[in-house]
C-alpha cells in the first residue's frame, strides 16, 4: 500500500501585518477581500465560518447579487495558495473551516504561552519569563492594520490589544518575580505611559522600580497616579495602590514583620491538578473567599496545599481535628505561630492579619460550618489585604463567598494512552511504592483503566486501591472492586480517621445530613445516570418527607453527595462509590424492595410517555429523553427480567415499539427478543404485542423469515388491537422483503383499519403498489398517510416512499428532493433507521443522473452504517445498488461477486426495493468461491475506494 505523505505545515501571523506561510515559506495573498478572508477563517480559530458571516463581514452596507460567487472564488484561490495544504480550507454544510494547530496561529500561540506562564510562575519565575518573553515577541507591528475597516476583524485586534497588555502585565510582574527587573523597566515604563489610569500597569512600574533600588521614584510615579486619577475621574485608586506604596516604605524603612513559616511540603507528587490550581490562582486575585468543594476523597485538602504552597505567604489552618467551634480561634492562632495569654484570641488573630496581604487556607469546614462561616465574616470585614481559600463538602453561605467544585481526575480516553491519564499515573506512582518492579505491561495498564473507572477517578480510592496490591493482584483487586467501600481500607495509614477507608469516608458525610435527606440519597442511588429536576422532585413527594423537596435535594448538592449539571437539563448524579454506599444503606433500611418497585414503576411511565409522546410533533422531545435515560432504563430492565416481573417487562417492551421499528438502539431489541423467548410469555395478555415487537427487532436484524413467524405466532396471542396492529405491521415488511406485494397491501391495509391513516401502513402499501408496477396507484395511497401524518418520523416516512415511488417512475428531480427532506426529518426526529435507508434511495438517484463521486462516498457510509447495526437484509439492497454502479463503471468482477453472494444469503430481499424485478445476476460457473460476508464488505470497500480515486 502507498504510503501517504502528511500535508505540509501552515502558519498564518496575524499580530502585526497579516502572513500566511507554507511549508516555512511566505506566500503573498493579494487583494484586500481576499486578505480577509483568510484573516476571518484564521481568527475563527478552527471554527466553521458560515458563509453568511462572511458575506455580512465583506459587504457590511449591501450585499451585491454576485457576492457569494465572488467569495467562493477568493475561497477557492486562497487554496490556490495554500498549494500542498490546501485540504486544510475544508468547506462544511454552511461555511468554511480554516484547519490550524495551536503552534500556526501566532495569537493562539500567544495565549498559551500566557496560560503556561500564569501557571508556572509560583514555582519557576524564570521559566515563566522566558515563556512570556517568547509570547511578547510575536507581535510584529500594528495587528491587522489594512483589514481594520471589516468590522469582525476590528473587533479582534481590540482583543488582541488586550491580549498584549496582559502579556505585558505578566512579562513585567515575572520579570520582577525572577530578580531580572533591570531588563524590563522601559518596557513597564512605555506600559504605563501608554495609557496612564490603567493602574496594573503602573504597579507593576513601581514594583519594578522598587526592585531596581528606586523607591523614592516609584513612590512618586505612585503619587502621580493618584494625583491624575482623582482630577481625571474624580474616583479613587484601589486598595492595592495603598498596599504597594506600605510594601515599598517598609523595604526602604526597615524589614516587615516576619510571617509564620509557610505551609509543609507535601510528601507525594500532585496529579493531574494543574489547571485547577491555576484557576484557584486566577481566582484568588479576584475573589476574597473561594470555597473548593466537593465529595470526601475527591483530593481538596492536597489541592488547597498546592496553591498555598505556590502562594508563598500562606498560613494553613486544618479544622479535621477540632471538633468544638469555640476553639477555631485557637487553632487560628497556633497556625500562624501566636501565644495570646489574655484578652479575645481571634481579635488578635485578626490584628496581626490586618495590615499585610497573603492567603488563608481553612482545610475541612464541613463540621463546623457556622462557627468557620462567623470567623470568615469578621476576617474578610477586618483585614483587607487577606484573600481566604476553605474546603468543605459543602459551601459556607456568605455572600462573598466564589465556589469552585472540585471533579474527580480525569479518566483515560479509548483513544489514549492509559499512562498519560492523571488517574491511572496517581495508581501506578502509588502501586510502585507498594510493589516496585518493572513497569506495567499493555495488558496491565488496560487492568488499572478499568479499575480507575470503576473507582470514579476519586483520588482517595486510587490510594486506598493500590495500596491493597500489597497483598492483592491486579486482576484479584479488580475482581473484587464490587466491594470497595470494604476493601478499600485498612492499608492506608492516615492521621485523619476519616481517611483510613472509603467507607468511613462517605460515612462521615453522609451522618452530617438529617433523615430526611439521608432517605432521598438512598432512593436516588436506585437509578445509575442520576434523574432530571421533576423525577428527583417526584420521587422526594412519594417519599413523604418531611422537609421541603427542593430543599432535601439543594442541601444534598451543597454536600457533595450528589452532584447537579447543567448542560441542556438539569441532571443530579452520583459518583459510584457514593451510589455503591447508598445502596448499601439502602438494603440496611430494609428499602430496597420498595426502591426497586418505584424504580420499575417510573420505567413503565417513562416508556409509555415516550411511546405516546413519539407520535406527535414533540417526537424529538421524547427521543431526547430515551436517550438520555437509557443507563437508568438498561437498570430497570435488568431489575424486572431479575425478579421476574412479566408486566412491567411487557409494558416497557411493547412501549418500545416504535423506538425498535426506526431507532439502531440494538440493545432495546435484544429486550423484545429477550423477552420473546420468556416460558412465561405464552400465556400472558400481552404476548402478542412482544411478539410482534420482537419480530421487528428479527427484521432489523436482517432475519425477516424469524420476523415473519414470530409476527404470525404473535396475532394469534394477540388479545388487543394494538397486539394485532403491531403484528401486521411486522408481517407487512417481512413480505416486502420476500417481494410477496399483494399480501403487503393486505396487511397493511388491515393495519390501517386498527391504527388509523397517521401511521405508516399506508405509506408500506404504497412502496409494494410502486414495486408491483403501479406509481398512480402507489401515489394515491401514500398521499392518504401523509396526510394524517402529525410526527416528524412519519412525515419522514411519507417523504421517503414518495422518493421511492418517483424514483422507480424515473422522476429523479423530485424524487432527490423527496429524499433529502426525508432525511432531514429523520434526523430531527432521531429516527437513524430512516436516515439510511432514505440515503440508500438518494444515492441511488445521484448514481443514476451521473454523480458518481457523491454516490460512491455515501455508499461507504452507509454500508458501514448497516455493518454496524447488523441489517443485512438492507446492506443488501445498499451491496446490491452499489454492485450496478460499479457494474456502470466497468468494476464488473465486485459487481457479479456482489450479486452472486446477495442471490444466495437467506437474509437478502427477494428483489431489489431501490428498482423492482431485475435479471438475477451471478458468477459465471466458474471455480470463483463466493466470498464470506466480512470478505464481502472488504471487497466492495477497496472497490469503493479504488473508483473514488479514479472518478
Not at 524564570?126 to 481594520?148: C, F, K, M, N, Y
Request: charged fraction near 25%; aromatic fraction near 4%; include cysteine.
Amino acid at each position: 500500500m502507498a504510503v501517504r505523505s502528511l500535508p505540509p505545515p501552515v502558519r498564518v501571523e496575524v499580530l502585526g501585518p497579516l502572513r500566511l506561510l507554507v511549508d516555512g515559506a511566505p506566500v503573498e495573498v493579494s487583494g484586500p477581500k481576499r486578505r480577509a478572508v483568510l484573516a476571518l477563517l484564521a481568527l475563527a480559530e478552527g471554527r466553521v465560518v458560515t458563509v453568511d458571516r462572511l458575506v455580512d463581514a465583506l459587504w457590511p452596507s449591501e450585499v451585491p447579487e454576485s457576492g457569494r460567487q465572488a467569495l467562493h472564488n477568493h475561497v477557492s484561490r486562497l487554496r490556490g495558495h495554500l498549494g500542498p495544504a490546501a485540504a486544510r480550507l475544508e468547506t462544511r454544510h454552511d461555511g468554511y473551516l480554516l484547519a490550524l494547530e495551536r503552534d500556526e496561529l501566532d495569537v493562539a500561540q500567544a495565549r498559551a504561552l500566557l496560560a503556561t506562564a500564569r501557571t508556572t510562575a509560583q514555582r519557576d519565575p524564570a521559566g515563566a519569563l522566558s515563556l512570556l518573553q517568547e509570547a511578547h515577541g510575536l507581535w510584529r507591528g500594528p495587528v491587522l492594520a489594512d483589514l481594520s475597516d471589516v468590522v469582525p476583524i476590528a473587533t479582534a485586534v481590540e482583543e488582541y490589544a488586550q491580549l498584549r497588555r496582559e502579556v505585558t502585565d505578566a512579562l513585567v510582574d515575572s520579570a520582577v518575580a525572577a530578580g531580572q527587573a533591570d531588563g524590563i523597566l522601559g518596557l513597564a515604563a512605555a506600559s504605563s505611559a501608554a495609557d496612564p489610569l490603567r493602574e496594573p500597569a503602573v504597579l507593576l512600574l513601581m514594583r519594578a522600580l522598587a526592585a531596581t533600588g528606586q523607591a523614592p521614584e516609584a513612590l512618586r510615579i505612585g503619587r502621580e497616579y493618584r494625583r491624575r486619577l482623582v482630577e481625571e475621574t474624580g474616583l479613587d485608586p484601589s486598595a492595592a495602590l495603598d498596599a504597594l506604596e506600605r510594601e515599598i516604605v517598609g523595604g526602604v524603612a526597615g524589614s516587615a514583620p516576619s510571617r509564620p513559616e509557610g505551609p509543609a511540603r507535601p510528601t507525594t507528587r500532585l496529579f493531574g491538578r494543574e489547571s485547577q490550581v491555576a484557576a484557584l490562582h486566577r481566582l484568588l486575585a479576584a475573589e476574597r473567599l473561594v470555597t473548593l468543594v466537593g465529595p470526601g476523597g475527591i483530593g481538596k485538602t492536597r489541592v488547597a496545599l498546592e496553591v498555598a504552597l505556590q502562594s508563598g505567604t500562606a498560613t494553613v489552618l486544618l479544622l479535621a481535628p477540632v471538633t468544638d467551634p469555640a476553639a477555631i480561634p485557637h487553632a487560628l492562632a497556633a497556625a500562624m505561630n501566636l501565644k495570646i495569654d489574655q484578652g479575645d484570641v481571634l481579635s488578635a488573630c485578626v490584628a496581626v492579619l490586618g495590615d499585610r496581604p497573603g492567603l488563608l487556607m481553612i482545610d475541612n469546614c464541613e463540621h463546623l460550618l457556622d462557627g468557620v462561616r462567623d470567623t470568615v465574616d469578621v476576617i474578610l470585614s477586618s483585614c483587607p489585604a487577606i484573600s481566604l481559600l476553605t474546603t468543605s463538602r459543602e459551601p459556607l453561605g456568605l455572600a462573598a463567598e466564589y465556589v469552585s467544585r472540585l471533579a474527580p481526575l480525569p479518566l483515560p480516553r479509548s483513544d489514549q494512552d492509559p499512562s498519560r491519564a492523571p488517574s491511572v499515573a496517581l495508581f501506578l506512582d502509588r502501586a510502585r511504592r507498594v510493589r516496585p518492579g518493572p513497569p506495567p505491561t499493555p495488558a496491565e495498564l488496560c487492568t488499572v483503566a478499568d479499575i480507575v473507572h470503576r473507582l470514579d477517578g476519586m483520588p482517595l480510592a486510587i490510594e486506598l486501591a493500590a495500596g491493597r496490591l500489597s497483598t492483592l493482584s491486579l486482576a484479584d483487586l479488580r475482581g473484587r472492586l464490587d466491594r470497595s467501600l470494604d476493601l478499600l481500607g485498612g492499608g492506608r495509614p492516615s492521621a485523619d480517621s476519616r481517611h483510613r477507608t472509603l467507607r468511613a469516608t462517605i460515612e462521615w458525610s453522609y451522618q452530617l445530613l438529617t433523615e430526611d435527606e439521608r432517605r432521598l440519597f438512598r432512593h436516588l442511588s436506585v437509578f445509575p445516570d442520576g434523574v432530571d429536576l421533576d423525577t428527583a422532585e417526584r420521587l422526594a413527594a412519594e417519599l413523604g418527607l418531611d422537609s421541603d423537596p427542593g430543599s432535601a435535594l439543594a442541601r444534598l448538592v451543597d454536600a457533595s453527595m450528589i452532584d447537579a449539571s447543567f448542560q441542556g437539563t438539569t441532571r443530579y448524579r452520583m459518583l459510584e462509590t457514593l451510589r455503591a454506599f447508598g445502596l448499601d444503606r439502602l438494603a440496611a433500611a430494609g428499602e430496597e424492595k420498595a426502591a426497586v418497585e418505584r424504580m420499575a414503576r417510573w420505567a413503565v411511565e417513562l416508556t409509555s410517555w415516550i411511546e405516546t409522546t413519539m407520535t406527535t410533533e414533540r417526537e424529538p422531545e421524547a427521543d431526547a429523553v430515551l436517550r438520555r435515560e437509557l443507563p437508568n432504563l438498561r437498570a430497570a430492565w435488568r431489575l424486572v427480567r431479575s425478579r421476574g416481573c412479566l408486566d412491567e417487562a411487557a409494558a416497557m417492551v411493547i412501549a418500545l415499539f416504535e423506538t425498535v421499528a426506526y431507532r439502531d438502539l440494538i440493545e432495546l431489541r435484544d429486550w423484545a427478543e429477550e423477552l420473546a423467548g420468556d416460558q412465561g410469555l405464552a400465556a400472558h395478555p400481552r404476548a402478542g404485542a412482544v411478539l410482534a415487537t420482537a419480530g421487528e427487532a428479527a427484521y432489523h436484524r436482517g432475519d425477516y423469515r424469524q420476523a415473519d413467524r414470530l409476527a404470525r405466532a404473535g396475532l394469534e396471542k394477540a388479545g388487543d388491537s394494538v397486539g394485532s396492529w403491531h403484528c401486521l405491521m411486522v408481517l407487512s415488511v417481512a413480505d416486502l422483503a420476500r417481494g410477496a406485494y399483494d399480501d403487503v397491501v393486505e396487511h397493511s391495509l388491515a393495519a390501517t383499519v386498527l391504527a388509523g391513516p397517521h401511521r405508516e401502513s399506508l405509506g408500506i402499501a404504497a412502496l409494494a403498489t410502486a414495486y408491483a408496477g403501479d406509481p398512480d396507484a402507489a401515489r394515491g395511497l401514500n398521499e392518504r398517510g401523509l396526510a394524517g401524518a402529525v410526527s416528524p418520523t412519519m412525515l419522514s416516512w411519507g417523504a421517503y416512499v414518495a422518493g421511492e415511488i418517483e424514483s422507480l417512475a424515473g422522476h429523479s428531480e423530485p424524487a432527490e428532493r423527496h429524499y433529502l427532506r426525508a432525511i432531514d426529518l429523520a434526523r430531527t426526529s432521531g429516527a437513524t433507521f430512516l436516515v439510511g435507508v432514505a440515503t440508500v434511495g438518494l444515492l441511488s438517484v445521484r448514481a443514476s443522473t451521473g454523480r458518481v463521486h457523491e454516490a460512491l462516498g455515501g455508499y461507504r457510509d452507509v454500508i458501514e452504517y448497516f455493518a454496524r447495526n447488523g441489517n443485512w437484509t438492507h446492506l443488501w439492497v445498499t451491496l446490491r445498488n452499489l454492485a450496478d454502479l460499479l457494474r456502470r463503471l466497468g468494476d464488473d468482477e465486485p459487481a457479479a461477486l456482489i450479486d452472486a453472494a446477495a442471490g444466495q444469503a437467506p437474509d437478502a430481499p427477494a428483489v431489489d426495493r431501490s428498482h423492482g424485478e431485475r435479471p438475477a445476476r451471478a458468477v459465471a460457473a466458474s471455480a470463483t468461491p463466493i466470498p464470506s460476508r466480512v470478505a464481502l464488505l472488504e471487497l466492495a470497500r477497496q472497490a469503493i475506494e479504488r473508483n473514488l480515486t479514479r472518478s
